[in-house]
């Protein structure tokens, strides 16, 4: 099956720096990427994710970079916030089924 | 995003009983969901995928006389946790599948413990 890993666990930045987690995947057939955040007792809330047709998308602050030949893909948060520490779980999957990696805890310190 | 909702949000038991979670999908129909696991400080585990008229797919290791898994209908699917044990104590997510979207999205957990 898909292995799914993620580094780095924790990261802490200042506020106003950037962000970047790291993941690798194993299976080729994977074609959706996913990046979820999830505060503290609450539920993963998708922020944005990719499919294997694409190599970069961005949302305001929040960018996903994807190499499929690699089969690794990232997510970057510039000019972080403090409302930006979570942890952040990356996934991926075919078929719909999502493999999620071990998760990074975000700090961003004011 | 879609809205999917969970209830109870957290229920505490005696072992040995059962505990039933529902999870709904409220503005999509969802021919899929899956149920998690999460404990603390540790990743989601995929116990199962729900397909709407249909059994459900277990994950290696999984029991699935354990966890029962219905999904009658294209918005509800319930989770039963039988004779729970203290080691079932967890927090327990499920998330749909917006058809549409081709995106999973995920109910707000339910916290279980079982004294």
């Known amino acids: 099956g898909e292995n799914v890993e993620q580094h780095p666990s924790t990261l802490s930045v200042q506020e106003g720096d950037s962000a970047v987690i790291k993941c690798t995947y194993s299976?080729?057939?994977?074609?959706?990427f996913p990046w979820y955040k999830q505060e503290l007792g609450k539920r993963p809330q998708l922020i944005i994710d990719i499919r294997s047709n694409v190599g970069e998308k961005k949302d305001q602050r929040i960018a996903v970079t994807l190499n499929k030949t690699a089969k690794h893909f990232s997510l970057h948060i510039t000019e972080t916030q403090p409302e930006d520490s979570a942890v952040y779980f990356c996934a991926c999957g075919s078929n719909y089924k999502l493999t999620f990696g071990k998760g990074t805890l975000l700090t961003v310190n004011p | 995003g879609a809205v999917v909702s969970q209830h109870p949000s957290w229920v505490i038991c005696k072992s040995g009983t059962s505990v039933k979670i529902e999870c709904r999908s409220l503005?999509?129909?969802?021919?899929?969901m899956f149920w998690y696991r999460q404990f603390p400080k540790q990743s989601l585990m995929l116990m199962a995928t729900?397909?709407?008229?249909?059994?459900?797919?277990?994950e290696q290791g999984v029991e699935k006389d354990k966890f029962l898994i219905n999904h009658a209908s294209l918005t509800l699917s319930t989770l039963t946790v039988t004779s729970a044990h203290p080691e079932d104590s967890s927090f327990y997510i499920c998330s749909a599948r917006d058809p549409q979207l081709e995106t999973q999205y995920f109910g707000p957990g339910t916290r279980l413990l079982v004294l």
């Open positions: 729900s397909n709407e008229g249909s059994k459900a797919t277990y």
């Open positions: 503005d999509f129909q969802a021919t899929t």
């Open positions: 299976d080729s057939a994977s074609n959706y």
